[in-house]
């Protein structure tokens, strides 16, 4: 079945990075692209950026785009999103999810990656 | 990018029905028909319920539909049951090409 699995927890100090992974399954990795979304605890959805599958061209959202960097690895099926000089407000659950093209339909999304950023 | 607006929270018996609506502008909502709808149980990721303003994913209840007039989006669900209670948030694309949810909505069967 189709399925993105991301990567564990992570517990990390403000002004670090953090990157999280977001392994995909049952389709071709390559036809479709990959959307970020957050979620800061007891808030509300915020997209984070995009990145397209077959050609790694990305677009981020103007508060994140100086801090954020989506990449690919497509002989592992696998995107990544790494922040960066992290600050305690991007303390949230990380989600990636399929995003195809000339459609809203968000569908499936992996689990969900906790980072905390506490000192 | 501001989020769509969403009413807080919402409330119906089993057996009624709700809708939801969620205003945008004319840069996102009325703009295009690339609005959806996410259910999100306590705890889970959420789950598309609607996309393209009134499409319906295969496995979803047919009590789920979904309209657009001008820049407001509804989410209407017929004959509540005790498994739909949750948080729903729209989504739009927008004009700079990007993607923005509203602030979420607590549905609460009672």
């Known amino acids: 079945q189709i399925q993105l699995v991301q990567s564990g927890g992570e517990v990390t100090k403000p002004g670090a990075s953090v990157k999280v992974s977001c392994k995909a399954s049952?389709?071709?990795?390559?036809?479709?692209?990959i959307s970020w979304v957050r979620q800061a605890p007891g808030q509300g959805l915020e997209w984070i950026g995009w990145?397209?599958?077959?050609?790694?061209?990305?677009k981020y959202p103007q508060n994140l785009q100086d801090r954020v960097i989506m990449t690919m690895d497509t002989s592992r099926s696998t995107a990544y999103m790494e922040l960066r000089s992290l600050r305690s407000d991007d303390t949230a659950v990380y989600y990636c999810a399929r995003d195809p093209d000339k459609t809203s339909r968000f569908d499936p999304w992996g689990q969900g990656t906790q980072v905390i950023v506490s000192s | 990018q501001s989020a769509l607006t969403q009413t807080a929270s919402v409330s119906g018996s089993p057996g009624q029905s709700i809708t939801i609506s969620c205003t945008g502008t004319?840069?996102?909502?009325?703009?295009?028909?690339?609005v959806s709808w996410y259910q999100q149980h306590p705890g889970k990721a959420p789950k598309v319920m609607i996309y393209?303003?009134?499409n319906r994913p295969s496995g979803v209840s047919n009590r789920f539909s979904g309209s657009k007039s001008g820049n407001t989006a509804s989410l209407t669900i017929s004959g509540l049951l005790p498994e739909d209670e949750g948080d729903y948030y729209c989504s739009s694309f927008t004009s700079h090409n990007t993607w923005v949810f509203g602030g979420g909505t607590k549905l609460t069967v009672l």
């Open positions: 049952g389709y071709t990795f390559t036809n479709y692209g």
């Open positions: 990145i397209n599958g077959y050609n790694g061209v990305t």
């Open positions: 393209d303003v009134n």
């Open positions: 004319s840069s996102d909502v009325g703009a295009y028909n690339y």
